[in-house]
């Protein structure tokens, strides 16, 4: 079993940053991929980034390519969303998931098919204009 701990959401302005942090505990195959995922209200979740952490290897979402940056702390057990450049459209509840994935291609891919085993219960990020 995976227990998955979101925190570090807020409201700022736009431009501005933040980072979540998501603690993980339970097996650690089960979470060899591990992402964020988002969901606005009125909106379907979508997948923001993932990494395939035996590699470090990461993908993201078109729309928040060069903004976003997933990261892996792995002596805390703590995965890392810094976001900067921050839009209004960014705000959502922001989800921490794992599953697991035997290769890098089968974790990019669930960033958009959002076909995760374990969720946290979310952050919320709001960001006023």
């Known amino acids: 079993q995976v227990q998955l701990v979101e925190s570090g959401g807020g409201s700022v302005q736009a431009g501005g940053s933040l980072r979540l942090s998501c603690a993980a505990s339970g097996y650690t195959y089960s979470r060899s991929c591990m992402g964020w995922f988002r969901q606005a209200p009125g909106k379907e979740r979508e997948g923001v980034a993932v990494i395939y952490t035996a590699r470090g290897w990461t993908a993201y979402a078109d729309s928040v390519k060069g903004r976003f940056t997933v990261s892996q702390d792995n002596a805390k057990d703590t995965l890392l969303l810094q976001m900067n450049s921050l839009k209004p459209e960014d705000t959502a509840m922001y989800y921490c998931?794992?599953?697991?994935?035997?290769?890098?291609?089968?974790?990019?891919?669930?960033?958009?098919?959002?076909?995760?085993?374990?969720w946290g219960k979310g952050t919320l990020v709001t960001i006023s204009s």
């Open positions: 998931a794992a599953a697991r994935s035997n290769y890098y291609s089968d974790c990019a891919d669930r960033l958009s098919t959002n076909d995760m085993n374990y």
